[in-house]
């Protein structure tokens, strides 16, 4: 069974920048896209960025696009969520999400699933 384990969120203003960390233990990331998505109080869970295996291709939200990277280091197993020029919008907290392997959509939620993380942007 794979753990899913983010880190790196905290409080910020606006403008700052922080990096937010996806470990898997107990499994390989090997063959499996990875995502990021957040749920701010009150709202759904929302699709943030996806990246494909080995790490080609990456896909964003339009809220998040030109301010945040999505990346993955396949030798450690992990996955992260570079964030830039962070607005009071941002705040949520923000899931690792590893897709079911052959999955072709990066909106969808069936996967598994981190505890999460909380990012607070004040501004």
């Known amino acids: 069974q794979v753990q899913l384990v983010e880190s790196g969120g905290g409080l910020v203003q606006a403008g700052e920048s922080l990096r937010l960390s996806c470990a898997a233990s107990?499994?390989?990331?090997?063959?499996?896209?990875m995502g990021w998505f957040r749920q701010a109080p009150g709202k759904e869970r929302e699709f943030v960025a996806g990246?494909?295996?080995?790490?080609?291709?990456?896909y964003y939200a339009d809220s998040v696009k030109g301010r945040f990277t999505i990346s993955r280091d396949n030798a450690k197993n992990t996955v992260s969520l570079q964030m830039n020029s962070l607005k009071p919008e941002d705040t949520a907290v923000y899931y690792c999400?590893?897709?079911?392997?052959?999955?072709?959509?990066?909106?969808?939620?069936?996967?598994?699933w981190g505890q999460g993380t909380q990012v607070t942007v004040s501004s």
């Open positions: 107990g499994r390989t990331l090997n063959n499996y896209r």
């Open positions: 999400i590893r897709y079911p392997l052959g999955s072709t959509s990066y909106y969808t939620t069936s996967g598994f």
């Open positions: 990246i494909s295996w080995p790490g080609g291709t990456q």
